[in-house]
């Protein structure tokens, strides 16, 4: 992977993920309420999930990739797996640009005037980043799991 964040951009990832992480429940909890405003179709995919559970994965997950900023390279196998598991529970990539808006408003609401342009632009950078690994590695997957199609069927 070519290094698409300036060093600049790494030091704004981390400095604002600092602030973030104090209030990690309450950004998931945000996130994932704006994410289902944004795409309502998108709930589907989280029927019977523990909600809880997955602000602690995406907190997680989010932590991994700010810890790796220095060897996102080397990730990208991981990212690439996660990509695919998200394939088989049902996401496209139209769901990708939803989440992507979700994580920045939630940052935006969580960081407030320490959103600025810059702190911007590097978190669209690293989700775009991060976003076109999982979505790669999501085109390796062939048919939805049975669990995508359980969930799509319980949506009809």
Do not use: C
């Amino acid at each position: 992977m070519r290094p698409d964040l300036s060093p600049e951009q790494k030091s704004l990832l981390r400095e604002t993920w600092q602030a973030v992480e104090p209030i990690a429940d309450t950004a998931a909890l945000l996130f994932y309420g704006r994410l289902f405003e944004i795409d309502p179709d998108i709930r589907r995919l989280f029927a019977g999930v523990d909600m809880a559970g997955q602000g602690n994965k995406l907190i997680q997950a989010l932590e991994s990739v700010i810890q790796g900023l220095d060897h996102l390279g080397e990730l990208a196998p991981t990212i690439e797996a996660l990509g695919q598991r998200h394939a088989g529970y049902g996401v496209t990539d139209g769901h990708y640009e939803a989440v992507g808006a979700a994580l920045l408003w939630t940052l935006e609401q969580g960081l407030g005037t320490a959103f600025t342009p810059p702190v911007k632009q590097a978190w669209t950078t690293a989700y775009g980043l991060i976003a076109n690994i999982m979505q790669r590695g999501a085109r390796q997957v062939g048919e939805p799991t049975e669990h995508a199609h359980a969930v799509a069927r319980s949506a009809a």
